[in-house]
């Protein structure tokens, strides 16, 4: 939202964001751990960068074969998920922390379920 972004698109900010993070980090991610990097970028709104969108779909793809789900309702879990991580991070950085108590829920069946939501 800054004033200095305003002339550029969504889509030209993530390729911008996605390139700092693999300058920053990739080479040393390469060299030093021999491994691969794909940058996740995200928006506060639950937007999501490329590289993120195929991140996301390679761990949906993992989850429904390994927990034996339809793929479109671990995708839906999935982004749900990471929507209201976003949030709750954007939120913890802007008021803070009113307790020190987390509450991890990862039955995906009984999720979708509560949600009601199909395939």
Same mark, same amino acid.
């Given at each position: ?11 030209? %900010? ?6 700092? =993070? $693999?300058? &920053? ?9 021999? *491994? ?17 969108? %195929?991140?996301?779909?390679?761990i949906a793809? =993992? $989850?429904? &074969? ?9 995708? *839906? ?11 709750r991070t ?19 069946e009984l ?9």
């Amino acid at each position: 939202m800054a004033r200095s972004y305003a002339h550029l698109t969504t889509a030209q %900010l993530y390729k911008m964001s996605e390139k700092a =993070k $693999m300058r &920053e980090y990739g080479e040393r991610i390469r060299q030093v751990e021999h *491994g691969d990097f794909n940058p996740l970028v995200f928006t506060t709104a639950g937007g999501m960068a490329p590289q993120s969108k %195929l991140v996301i779909k390679r761990i949906a793809e =993992k $989850m429904a &074969e390994k927990k034996d789900v339809h793929l479109s309702l671990i995708s *839906g879990w999935l982004r749900v998920r990471l929507s209201f991580a976003l949030l709750r991070t954007t939120l913890l950085c802007l008021r803070g922390t009113r307790c020190k108590k987390r509450f991890v829920d990862s039955n995906i069946e009984l999720a979708v379920v509560e949600a009601r939501m199909d395939h």
